[in-house]
């Protein structure tokens, strides 16, 4: 794991809301879900080729065997290496239930919040609400999610945010990020009735700054730029809500978008040397693989900051920053 260190702690660049009877400790997770798109999908042996862990639109159902004997396949991923969600397991490839946190992987490349809100990117796609309805149906079961050792991860609306960037048929995106958020968090709110864990939530990155679409000075930039930050900032709101109404879970915000600025602004401090251009190869000096997604070496560094919030997010943690400050107010 990479420690940052470089110019700022990004792990403080973050909000946490959090409303829990049962007490967050990282060092406690043993299971770690995740539900969103292609920046955090993993490469199963049951999955569809290029898009998923297990399955896809036209072969939503699958067996506990076949989900259990189900392998991570190494190094397969939108980046053309390791992503976020594996650096933070430390679950690379294989049985996710052999690893010591357990990996389990429900994102589907391509994928939008809602397929009655924006049409699907292939006729085989799987948006978000339909990861959870499969998870529902076919795994949640069959895997294991005891609280207080279970942590659902939730990174979603890049492709949202990148989707509607033409789409002239929407004249108030205010409006248009509630009605997503609805979905968003009723689909939250299921997969928590059986999960009852921690929730995780990962704020859009600045997209608008990927090569696909510079220069920042363009009008689609620009637009892009905005969209984005209305989303998450209804996204921040949505979440506070979904924390005062249940009380039994801990929900955090992680402010990716920030995460991805500090490096993108100081990028040669983070060994990059290129951030307006891309490079489909193993040079990651780049901070883009291709047009749209970053480079392995960017989703270590988003997996190191990740991981200083949990921990400093930990109940034990804080109690024992707070006794630290008050012997030092003394």
Aim: glycine letters at 6%; a negative charge; proline letters at 5%.
């Amino acid at each position: 794991m990479v420690h940052l260190g470089v110019t700022a702690v990004l792990a403080t660049l973050v909000t946490a809301v959090s409303a829990a009877k049962v007490p967050f400790n990282w060092n406690n997770i043993r299971y770690f879900y995740v539900f969103g798109d292609s920046y955090s999908y993993v490469q199963g042996t049951e999955g569809l080729a290029d898009f998923s862990f297990i399955g896809d639109a036209f072969n939503l159902s699958y067996t506990p065997e076949q989900l259990l004997s189900n392998e991570i396949e190494y190094r397969y991923t939108a980046g053309n290496g390791a992503n976020w969600p594996e650096f933070l397991t430390e679950c690379f490839a294989g049985l996710p239930s052999n690893c010591p946190r357990q990996l389990w992987d429900f994102a589907f490349a391509g994928a939008d919040i809602d397929p009655n809100l924006l049409p699907l990117h292939h006729n085989f796609s799987i948006q978000l609400t339909t990861e959870v309805s499969q998870f529902l149906t076919y795994a949640a079961a069959v895997l294991p999610h005891t609280p207080g050792e279970t942590m659902t991860a939730w990174w979603i609306g890049i492709n949202d945010t990148g989707d509607t960037l033409n789409n002239a048929t929407i004249t108030n995106f205010t409006d248009f990020w509630e009605t997503e958020m609805a979905s968003y968090f009723n689909a939250v709110q299921q997969a928590h009735t059986t999960l009852a864990s921690t929730h995780l939530f990962l704020t859009v990155p600045p997209t608008d700054r990927s090569p696909s679409h510079l220069p920042a000075t363009s009008p689609t930039s620009q637009t892009l730029n905005s969209h984005i930050l209305l989303f998450n900032s209804i996204l921040r709101k949505r979440a506070g809500a979904f924390a005062l109404a249940n009380p039994d879970s801990t929900v955090l915000v992680f402010d990716a978008h920030e995460t991805f600025t500090q490096i993108l602004d100081n990028y040669q401090a983070y060994g990059f040397n290129n951030i307006t251009g891309y490079c489909e190869c193993d040079d990651n000096s780049y901070f883009w693989y291709n047009t749209g997604h970053p480079t392995e070496r960017v989703h270590e560094y988003l997996a190191a900051a990740l991981e200083g919030f949990l921990l400093e997010s930990s109940t034990w943690h804080r109690e024992i920053g707070m006794k630290r400050r008050y012997k030092e107010a003394k």
